[in-house]
């Protein structure tokens, strides 16, 4: 069984550049969520995608944005970076059962965005 | 809105000690996680926690809930080295994970 993998591991951007970042969802899951984490905080809720639609946001502005894929992986693009982008993402894959049931997320290694 | 709390937020203590780090959380929710986080990696789980008075053990660690009192525990028997690692608190919302701020445990030999 192949656990969550995100692409790239490291990414170094400007600022006001724009970039997307990767991640496959472990088999079987059809819900994909994407944290922030900030250098020593703890992750912090981006968005979350079930079945390609967005099923609940977190307190990020609409530069942010996600897609998710009909084989359950998903993008997370942001335009117009800032220096304060810069932080470690965490994207997590779960199952997702009847409706409102929401599982255990397994979480990737991570992307390392740097925003100079 | 949930939130949760840890402390301590900072831990050092020694090899062969024991102790206990506390998370409180706001409001009532299906499930507690406790996560490790090495430096520069993800995020491991650890233990999952449904129902009031639930009590898991790994090793040198053991986790418990009690709902009532909105209150989990994490603790260390008998520390050693490799324990060395953030450790969150986590509360599952209706779609997302919410996090407390971690307790950065170092254990000197």
């Known amino acids: 069984e192949t656990g969550v993998t995100q692409s790239p591991t490291h990414l170094i951007k400007t600022r006001g550049q724009q970039v997307t970042l990767r991640c496959s969802s472990q088999?079987?899951?059809?819900?994909v969520s994407w944290y922030q984490q900030a250098l020593g905080q703890g992750p912090q809720f981006i968005f979350q995608y079930y079945r390609e639609e967005e099923n609940g946001r977190g307190n990020f502005p609409p530069r942010f944005s996600g897609l998710q894929f009909p084989n359950y992986s998903s993008e997370l693009n942001v335009n117009a970076l800032e220096l304060d982008d810069s932080a470690l993402y965490l994207c997590?894959?779960?199952?997702?059962?009847?409706?409102?049931?929401?599982?255990?997320?397994?979480f990737g290694p991570g992307t390392r965005l740097t925003v100079t | 809105e949930l939130k949760v709390e840890q402390n301590p937020l900072f831990l050092s203590m020694q090899e062969g000690k024991n102790y206990t780090i506390y998370c409180n959380y706001s409001?009532?929710?299906?499930?507690l996680y406790w996560y490790r986080q090495d430096p520069g990696k993800s995020l491991e789980s650890l233990f999952v926690l449904l129902s009031n008075g639930a009590v898991k053990q790994e090793g040198r660690l053991m986790a418990s809930l009690d709902t009532k009192a909105r209150l989990s525990t994490l603790h260390i028997t008998a520390a050693v080295h490799d324990l060395s690692a953030t450790y969150f608190c986590?509360?599952?919302?209706?779609?997302?994970?919410?996090f407390g701020q971690g307790t950065r445990l170092t254990i000197n030999p």
């Open positions: 088999s079987g899951h059809n819900t």
């Open positions: 409001t009532t929710s299906d499930r």
């Open positions: 997590a894959s779960s199952p997702k059962g009847r409706q409102g049931a929401t599982y255990e997320q397994y």
């Open positions: 986590v509360r599952q919302g209706a779609q997302k994970l919410v």
